[in-house]
DNA sequence: CCTGCCACCTGCGGGC
DNA sequence: TGCCCGCAGGTGGCAG
């Protein structure tokens, strides 16, 4: 389901319902969605009588910042969701039925409930202890690069790493340790925008097209997360609404349909074992020098289908 | 070190 | 109708 945008939209959700109310237990439906502890009582007792503070998020990984119910609002550590592919946080109430992917159940006061549904069940879920280093535990934040709204991802930052990386720039988008929170679609629809070809070698790139790749990523993901994510299969809000971002898609799930820009039939092909779809037109060999302004003139001149 | 490949799961849609 | 294949938002481990 989530690439940074949803994973954002949930965030943003949680943040409005699930703030300063008391957890009083739980279940775990699925034990291996528990990353940490290994222990699903020591899980649950440790979670019982905290709140959520605030959620956050980094890359992919929403980590909810825990406080104790006592007295002196002692530190709870934290709670770490990763949704990975189909992953879903749902606020509900405890009497809803459960979906059939029910995986871990978190109550609240009021009988409200925090339910981690997941139907192929890569998703995890951790409990970081307050004297624990958060990366100690949830050990995939260290393979993080830059988020990409920080000043660190820039041109020159890109241009440094893709020195001597001979990979797809596809392949480069989806490493998480280039740039955090980029997935398949957003790859795909920044390379369209920036008129990459996805088997571009790092290297080859110029400057002026590093340039659009970087800004194009920004906007995509910009445009995505006030859509309110993307509407591809079964992504869900915590309210369990539809995103608003995947009709707009110009070539991700779009084989064999017209381009936007110059109706040449999207093509799609396999690289770093995920499926890249591209213009073979807007994305060719001849556009090397397109960068933002050429391709905003070329956008000024074209119905857009 | 760098890169690609595969595994981890469940379900869906298309072809025969 | 049913079986088999390929495909799906991600990532981590392993081999070359």
Redesign the pocket.
Known sequence: ???LPEVETVRQGLNQVTLNQAVMGGEVLLN?TLAYPFSVDEFLQNLTGIAIAQWHRR??YLLAELVKLDLEKNPGGWLGV?L???GQLLWVDQEDPLQ??TRIRLFFAKNRELRFVD????GQMWWVPPDQKISNII??LN?LGPEPFAAEFSVDYLQDQFKK????IK?AL?D?KLVAGV???YADEALFLSGISPTTP?TSLTRLQLEALRSHIIQVLEKSIQAGG??????LNVQGINGNY?GAAWVYNRTGEPCRICETPIERL?L????AHFCPQCQGEGNREWGITNYELRMGNREIR
């Open positions: 389901m989530p690439e291996r890359g992919k990763h990975r592919m189909t059939k992917h139907q192929r069940t890569f050990t995939g393979n990386r001979q990979r797809p392949s989806l998480q997935g398949n679609i790092c993307t509407t591809i299969r079964n992504f995947g396999k770093a074992g995920r499926s």
